[in-house]
């Protein structure tokens, strides 16, 4: 089975940069009657804002997206109708399983009395990771002609119409009286941008050094550029700031997930080293194997834990108190191996069992990179040691003159 395992590293860079992200900036405050409000330590310590561009990963993940059903596409033995079913049901199923686990608990922490404050937090929290799948699936349907698109115009023509659309929403909402709700066009138009750039790396169009140096300093530039122009250097929504570059999604971010694709293009050498140890191999194949799970249930898991840790009646730091100064970060810090511990442990449980071909192994979770090898061909000038000669066999009933073709008696 072939595959780009540098792609898969940059897919689970991606995956956890999200995860350590939404856990970084996400504070659960214990207010007196027992209830939980949510806060951001980016609203008291702006100067944390340049960290978010390294946590904020969203577009390495469209831009894998893109990669993998790109491949998964070229290499599906059916039509595209049976290809995007088996690849939607990856998406979907997921999905459901969270809302109906989400459903089941949400009715029981109802039940048990728990505080309408941390009933909203936990809704609100677990639903909002469900926002990407509208784009995906849209980007998803459509790999096909974005893909022809790309072969007949290339990459550049086919991302400058969506960089227009962000553009002008961007100067629509500075223009605009404060509280205009505007199209969320940008959600698609932006995110198909890093996508694009998964579709054309693909299909070859992004190899070499050159290419991703290019693709890195073009959106450096940009990210120079936007800031200059006033644009808020935190690539995440702050509480209480008037503009926000991810809700919807900005030239910020875009130009941000470009520097990052860039990036990781420049870095494959290194990352396919790397992934050559069993330690991290072995890791960023779990990743990949559960990435959409792992991003599903990241926030439920922190919100499971901060409400089931309140209920003892201790205020932990980190946890349950208000992020408002260095020390917050660091307790939050400290917690952060028992979220993993129970986010792997939730994954894992959710995790179906791998269907098994008679003689090889488990299909179900195989990214979509998978394809079949190239078939095998014998040649004497690379199989076995070079000093071997190679022997014809022969019939007995052929004529003697025919064993000594090797040059050896019969």
Excluded: K
């Excluded at 996508?195 to 693709?215: I, M």
């Excluded at 959710?350 to 998978?370: D, H, I």
Aim: aromatic residues 6%.
């Amino acid at each position: 089975m072939s595959r780009d395992r540098a792609v898969d590293a940059l897919r689970a860079y991606a995956i956890g940069g999200v995860v350590l992200g939404h856990w970084l900036v996400t504070g659960l405050v214990l207010t007196g009657d027992g209830g939980l409000h949510q806060a951001s330590p980016l609203t008291a310590m702006p100067d944390l804002a340049p960290l978010t561009w390294v946590l904020q990963t969203l577009g390495l993940f469209f831009f894998t997206a893109g990669f993998g059903s790109t491949r998964s596409l070229a290499r599906h033995p059916g039509g595209a109708g049976g290809w995007l079913a088996g690849r939607l049901r990856r998406l979907l199923l997921p999905a459901v399983a969270l809302l109906g686990v989400g459903a089941a608990v949400l009715l029981a922490a109802t039940v048990v009395g728990t505080s309408d404050d941390t009933l909203g937090v936990a809704l609100r929290l677990a639903i909002s990771p469900l926002w990407f799948l509208l784009p995906l699936v849209i980007l998803v349907a459509v790999t096909g002609p974005l893909r022809a698109a790309v072969r007949r115009w290339g990459v550049t023509r086919c991302v400058a119409p969506a960089v227009a659309v962000v553009a002008a929403a961007d100067l629509a909402v500075r223009l605009l009286p404060a509280g205009t709700d505007l199209p969320p066009v940008t959600v698609l138009a932006a995110w198909s941008v890093p996508y694009l750039l998964g579709v054309a790396h693909a299909d070859g169009w992004l190899d070499g050094r050159r290419a991703g140096a290019t693709v890195a300093a073009g959106g450096a530039v940009a990210l120079a550029a936007l800031l200059a122009l006033g644009y808020p250097v935190s690539a995440v929504g702050v509480p209480g700031a008037g503009v926000s570059n991810l809700n919807p999604p900005s030239l910020l971010v875009v130009a941000l997930a470009v520097t990052q694709v860039g990036l990781g293009l420049l870095a494959r050498p290194t990352l396919r080293r790397l992934l050559t140890r069993p330690v991290p191999g072995r890791a960023v194949t779990a990743v990949n194997r559960s990435a959409v799970r792992i991003y599903l249930w990241h926030q439920p898991v922190l919100v499971a834990v901060t409400a089931l840790t309140a209920r003892g009646g201790l205020t932990l730091p980190g946890l349950h108190t208000a992020p408002d100064d260095p020390g917050w970060v660091l307790a939050r810090c400290c917690w952060l191996p028992l979220l993993a511990v129970v986010l792997v442990t939730v994954v894992r449980l959710g995790r179906p069992r791998s269907r098994r071909q008679p003689g090889g192994g488990g299909v179900a979770g195989r990214s979509a990179e998978y394809g079949p090898s190239t078939p095998q061909v014998y040649d004497h000038r690379r199989s076995g040691r070079p000093d071997l000669q190679e022997v014809i066999a022969v019939r007995d009933s052929d004529p003697p003159s025919r064993g000594r073709a090797d040059g050896q008696s019969r």
